[in-house]
């Protein structure tokens, strides 16, 4: 079983930057995208970015033009770069992999990391 870490979390004040890395365990299936999710407390988890086969990119509005996807060449390390960061974005975030299917609600889960904790402050 394929396992994910997080890192890279932490606090920071509004407008600033941080980067996650997520780390797998062994490869991943090569037919399966890789993504970023968050759940602020109260709120559903909610899926922030996202990176498919072919390196076909997708982004939650609320995050467009301030988070950046990328993988190593491997394609075993995930990250998740964040720059002007708002207390909004406040929540724990969770590398996932899984199949591709219509949607970002639906796409890359079932392999999950535990999540790592990422604190604006205004």
């Known amino acids: 079983q394929v396992q994910l870490t997080e890192s890279g979390g932490g606090s920071v004040e509004a407008g600033g930057s941080l980067r996650l890395s997520c780390r797998a365990s062994?490869?991943?299936?090569?037919?399966?995208?890789m993504g970023w999710f968050r759940q602020a407390p109260g709120k559903e988890r909610e899926a922030v970015a996202q990176i498919y086969t072919g390196d076909a990119r997708l982004y939650a509005d609320s995050v467009k033009g301030r988070f950046t996807i990328s993988q190593d060449s491997t394609k075993d390390t995930l990250f998740l770069q964040m720059n002007s960061l708002t207390p909004e974005d406040t929540a724990v975030y969770y590398c996932?992999?899984?199949?591709?299917?219509?949607?970002?609600?639906?796409?890359?889960?079932?392999?999950w990391g535990q999540g790592t904790q990422v604190t604006v402050s205004s």
């Open positions: 062994a490869h991943i299936w090569s037919s399966y995208c």
């Open positions: 996932a992999a899984g199949p591709e299917r219509r949607g970002m609600g639906d796409s890359c889960q079932g392999i």
